[in-house]
């Protein structure tokens, strides 16, 4: 099943699918609903047994063109068809949709049982607490390219040992992990100072150094939200505590992230920055699918460097964990404030560097609701809802 077929990682999806076609058949797809042709071209040439779309208006034109292909498949609308989709039975669901909207398929896939192959991170972010209740240890595997690396380096748990939320593939017990090492980019505008910022377009922020993404994750990696973002992801799936979780610049994109034991060896996992890699690991787990993409190229030299991340000019990453380590609705607020800003940047309504100055507004002014163990989802919307709502104020107000 592969929630968000027509972006970025869903477009990728498919090519490593059809690459292989004696393992993998695709049963559903879903998608917004902008890219209906897209969509309905890609349904009918992997024969899959029902579409979803979360445009309900989309849903009458897609059954034409699916007709039009020769494709019988069932047509589910609105968000409770997208949900509904990712129920189905299936062996995996990948969640490449974008956003907070991918919270509800998410939770469907885990209730229904089915492995979840996660690359939408913002449904774990958000979600957290309801994520966690749903989600069997192990049930998730983890396809944002960090957290990729970071299972292959992590420890898998040992029997009566408590798993995380995503398995880790080292022998060595849990407590011999010091800390994880996450990687970032550093985005376009890596080694510049805040004052450099102001001015920015959001041409030049889509201008991403290494990885080819959709627009949102993109001006997420220029802003370091991105990473924010990914630091409250691996406390969640790898249970480890924020004061043990570093981030370090690396602009090749080739180390994905690193495990640090207490003797002083620190794993790392490394591969070109082809999604399409961590893509198959998630979808093919737990066999490693062959050929998803070219591997390093040994035969020429390169260079990997890594350095400090200046928190000053991108203090998104600060924020996120304080907003992480706060737990409850706190994530969901980042989040939320955060996707309005970005769409308000796109825009041009909004200076760059106003989108994390926005997010931290609206942070400071939440007030925390029930603990984690007990957020009910409707909380969890209200607070997402309220912060919409405020980045909403606060950047017509500043315009
Ligand atoms: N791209 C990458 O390399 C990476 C992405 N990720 C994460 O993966 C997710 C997807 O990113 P990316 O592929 O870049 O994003 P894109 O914007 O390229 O694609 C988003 C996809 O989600 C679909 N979609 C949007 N809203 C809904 C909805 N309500 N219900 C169902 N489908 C919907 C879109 O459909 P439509 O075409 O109709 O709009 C599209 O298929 C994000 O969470 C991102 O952070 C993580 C690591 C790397
Ligand atoms: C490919 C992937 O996983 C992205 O999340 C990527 O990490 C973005 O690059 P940055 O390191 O610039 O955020
Ligand atoms: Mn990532």
Request: hydrophobic share 50%; charged share 20%.
């Amino acid at each position: 099943m592969i929630l968000g077929s027509t972006g970025s990682i869903g477009t990728q999806a498919i090519e490593v699918v059809t690459a292989d076609p004696d393992r993998f058949r695709v049963v559903g797809l879903a998608a917004g609903g902008g890219r209906a042709d897209l969509l309905a071209d890609q349904a009918a040439a992997l024969g899959v047994e029902a579409v979803a779309v979360a445009d309900p208006r989309a849903a009458e034109g897609l059954s034409a063109r699916l007709r039009e292909r020769g494709s019988a498949a069932k047509v589910l609308a609105g968000a409770e068809g997208v949900a509904e989709l990712a129920a189905w039975e299936c062996d995996v669901v990948l969640n490449g949709i974008t956003g907070a909207l991918g919270l509800e398929s998410t939770l469907a896939a885990l209730r229904a049982g089915r492995l979840l192959a996660l690359a939408n991170k913002e449904s774990l972010i958000i979600g957290g607490p309801l994520v966690r209740r749903a989600a069997e240890p192990g049930q998730i595997v983890p396809v944002d390219s960090e957290h990729f690396a970071l299972a292959q380096c992590f420890p898998r748990a040992a029997p009566g040992e408590l798993a995380s939320l995503a398995q880790g593939q080292v022998d060595a017990p849990l407590d011999e992990v010091r800390r994880l090492v996450i990687t970032a980019s550093g985005g376009p505008f890596r080694a510049r100072g805040r004052d450099e910022l102001a001015g920015v377009t959001p041409a030049e922020a889509m201008n991403h150094p290494t990885w080819d993404m959709g627009p949102v994750i993109t001006v997420n990696s220029a802003t370091l939200v991105n990473k924010g973002l990914e630091v409250i992801e691996a406390h969640l799936l790898f249970d480890i505590p924020f004061d043990r979780i570093e981030v370090v610049v690396h602009p090749q994109s080739v180390i994905h992230s690193m495990v640090e034991y207490v003797d002083g060896s620190t794993l790392a996992q490394a591969s070109p920055p082809s999604m399409r890699i961590p893509i198959a690991y998630g979808i093919g787990w737990p066999e490693r699918v062959g050929a998803a993409a070219p591997p390093i190229d040994w035969t020429s030299a390169h260079t990997w460097t890594f350095a400090p991340l200046d928190h000053e000019a991108f203090p998104a990453v600060s924020l996120a964990c304080e907003v992480g380590a706060a737990g409850g609705t706190a994530p969901a607020v980042y989040n939320a404030a955060n996707e309005v800003a970005v769409a308000a940047f796109l825009d041009e309504t909004l200076a760059f560097p106003a989108i994390v100055d926005t997010v931290a507004q609206v942070v400071s002014e939440h007030r925390a609701g029930a603990a984690a163990s007990d957020l009910s989802p409707a909380e969890l919307y209200a607070a997402d809802d309220w912060a919409r709502r405020r980045a909403r104020e606060l950047i017509a107000r500043a315009a």
